[in-house]
């Protein structure tokens, strides 16, 4: 079984910063990439930002220049740098990764965190 498991969200002025992280753990073989998502109600999950292993991250426009992706491959955590935040980055945040398991090894998967609220708001 694996895991990923969330933390760093919460309530910010505009203009403010938060980081966010997410560590998995369980039976894992290798992981192929990690990222974040974020929903807000009534809209679909988008995707913020990915990084693969040993690959260069990649980003939603609307954070480019704001957001920084970052992982510790020993430590098999991902974490979400979120500066200059705007109202609209209010969603919950959802990591993501990319992970084949020892228990069925023959693929990649996709799991998921349960999410963390980020609210930006005066």
């Known amino acids: 079984q694996v895991q990923l498991v969330e933390s760093g969200g919460g309530l910010v002025q505009p203009g403010g910063s938060l980081r966010l992280s997410c560590t998995a753990s369980?039976?894992?073989?290798?992981?192929?990439?990690m990222g974040w998502y974020r929903q807000d109600p009534g809209k679909e999950r988008e995707l913020v930002a990915v990084?693969?292993?040993?690959?260069?991250?990649n980003y939603v426009d609307s954070v480019k220049g704001r957001f920084t992706i970052s992982r510790d491959n020993a430590k098999n955590t991902v974490y979400l740098q979120m500066n200059s935040l705007k109202p609209e980055d209010t969603a919950v945040y959802y990591c993501?990764?990319?992970?084949?398991?020892?228990?069925?090894?023959?693929?990649?998967?996709?799991?998921w965190g349960r999410g963390t609220q980020v609210t930006v708001s005066s």
């Open positions: 993501n990764g990319d992970i084949r398991p020892y228990t069925f090894p023959d693929r990649y998967y996709a799991y």
């Open positions: 369980g039976s894992i073989f290798s992981i192929r990439s």
């Open positions: 990084i693969p292993t040993g690959g260069s991250a």
